[in-house]
């Protein structure tokens, strides 16, 4: 096997093993990564470079190497889970940095977070005085969410007394002319029941871009141009 091939099969394969092991892990988002998670995802691309173009390393050492992190980030979030003290330990606690419109500086300056950073936050959350903010605080992810003062709140409809309704939610039936099964359960209807809806249209579901139904039972059409 040349050098340019081996490097080839060893990346193909170990995609091939990192695909599978994301969907065991989940579908975090990077924002809602703990810092060990953060700290595994740069391992794991860390390994994933070196055992794929290094082709003197071990390819199955690494590959148990990328097992062992995916695993222990696994059993580390069931673990937190299942225990308040330990999801509170590996993610860490919200922190209050604005309490009642008075800045907590000593949170600030536990957690690194400059006023400078803080007014950054707030301009990018909308708000261009720290004076119109009566509660922030630092989430687990690093982010922080402010809630203005009183007067500073918007109106509501709910203030305003307007009645509203919730917008029901949408389904996707057809997609580029192929029947979504799973969606068509979910709102209890089935392929002879959309037969029967597209025959009374006039439809046929290979000239369907996306054909959408609400819970209400409100049929929208995207025909194929």
């Given at each position: 096997m040349t050098e340019t091939t081996n490097v080839i099969f060893r990346t193909i394969l170990v995609l091939i093993i990192l695909f599978f092991l994301f969907k065991i892990m989940g579908k975090k988002?990077?924002?809602?990564?703990?810092?060990?998670?953060?700290?595994?995802?740069?391992?794991?691309?860390?390994?994933?470079?070196d055992i794929s173009l290094d082709i003197e390393k071990n390819?199955?050492?690494g590959i148990i190497c990328l097992l062992i992190y995916c695993f222990t980030d696994l059993?580390?979030?069931?673990?937190?889970?299942?225990?308040?003290?330990?999801r509170n330990f590996f993610n860490s606690k919200e922190v209050i940095l604005i309490e009642n419109g008075k800045i907590n500086r000593k949170n600030m300056s536990k957690n690194q977070i400059t006023i400078n950073i803080l007014e950054t936050?707030?301009?990018?959350?909308?708000f261009f005085n720290l004076d119109d903010i009566n509660?922030?605080?630092?989430?687990?992810?690093?982010?922080?969410?402010?809630?203005?003062?009183?007067?500073?709140?918007?109106?509501?409809?709910?203030?305003?007394n307007?009645?509203?309704?919730?917008?029901?939610?949408?389904?996707?039936?057809?997609?580029d002319g192929e029947i979504v099964d799973e969606n068509l359960r979910h709102v209890n209807k089935d392929?002879?029941?959309?037969?029967?809806?597209?025959?009374v249209l006039g439809k046929r579901k290979e000239?369907?871009?996306?054909?959408?139904?609400?819970?209400?039972?409100?049929i929208n059409i995207y025909p194929k141009h």
């Open positions: 988002q990077v924002s809602q990564m703990s810092m060990f998670d953060y700290i595994t995802g740069i391992t794991i691309g860390s390994i994933v470079a390819l199955k050492a059993f580390l979030s069931y673990l937190s889970l299942k225990s308040i003290k330990l936050e707030a301009r990018v959350n909308g509660n922030a605080i630092l989430e687990p992810n690093g982010k922080i969410s402010f809630e203005p003062k009183e007067n500073n709140k918007p109106i509501t409809k709910k203030d305003m307007i009645k509203t309704n919730n917008n029901p939610i949408v389904y996707n039936i057809i997609i392929r002879k029941w959309l037969n029967h809806e597209l025959k000239e369907i871009l996306l054909l959408t139904l609400d819970s209400n039972e409100k």
